[in-house]
């Protein structure tokens, strides 16, 4: 069954520092989502890349999925308390019965 | 609004007792999905629903129940049997088909005492 892989499993930044969290796929990605969670609340789609190469940016957000679509990348520039929370990607399963698999998350934390 | 809604956002129940967690969407979407968060695990799914009157198990069904008897209700039974049932669940939905993201409500945290 496909995985998916998130590093690093926690961050902490300081505030206006950039940070890159990775998602590493075991097959390749069909639809890459990511989203954010904040703390017993429920998750907040960002945004979902589809074709190998895809970029997408979000305010200050900006994901990336590689050419063989087996792992994507979020970046947050100049990053800010509003920032912090876990971050999360999904994909489809790929196997034609819709569901979604998700990483163990990434908990990110931005010192003022 | 469109959205999904979860309730209750906190749940305490007994040791035995079976308990029903209700998920209700306005977004007519056909898929609906049940999945555990438990620290450190990510999210499991435990049911899906592809179809009213039709719903899959997913990876960790044992000791849950479903129903999708109208398109925008999947409620979920939490049951004796499950082992461990102290856990924040999430509902979600989606449009069926591929590259659609999943729209999800604002969980549901069950501690069983």
């Known amino acids: 069954s496909q995985e998916l892989e998130q590093s690093p499993q926690s961050l902490i930044v300081q505030e206006g520092k950039n940070l890159t969290i990775n998602c590493t796929s075991s097959?390749?990605?069909?639809?890459l989502y990511w989203y954010k969670q904040k703390y017993g609340e429920g998750l907040i789609f960002l945004m979902m890349l589809q074709k190998g190469g895809e970029e997408k940016s979000h305010e200050k957000i900006t994901a990336k999925l590689d050419e063989k679509k087996q792992q994507s990348s979020l970046h947050i520039t100049a990053s800010q308390p509003s920032h912090a929370g876990i971050y999360l990607c999904g994909a489809d399963e790929g196997s034609g019965t819709y569901k979604y698999i998700f990483g163990t998350g990434t908990r990110l934390k931005v010192l003022a | 609004d469109g959205g999904i809604t979860q309730s209750p956002k906190y749940l305490f129940r007994k040791e035995g007792q079976n308990v029903t967690l209700s998920c209700e969407q306005n977004?007519?979407?056909?898929?609906m999905y049940w999945y555990r968060q438990d620290p450190g695990q990510g999210l499991r799914l435990i049911y899906y629903s592809q179809i009213v009157n039709d719903f899959q198990k997913g990876d960790i069904a044992e000791g849950y129940s479903v129903s999708r008897e109208k398109k925008e209700s999947f409620p979920l039974t939490v049951t004796s049997a499950q082992k461990n049932p102290t856990a924040f669940y999430l509902c979600?939905?989606?449009?069926?088909?591929?590259?659609?993201?999943?729209?999800f409500g604002q969980g549901t945290r069950l501690t069983v005492v």
């Open positions: 097959k390749t990605l069909y639809g």
């Open positions: 979600a939905s989606s449009s069926r088909g591929m590259n659609t993201e999943a729209f």
């Open positions: 977004l007519n979407h056909d898929a």
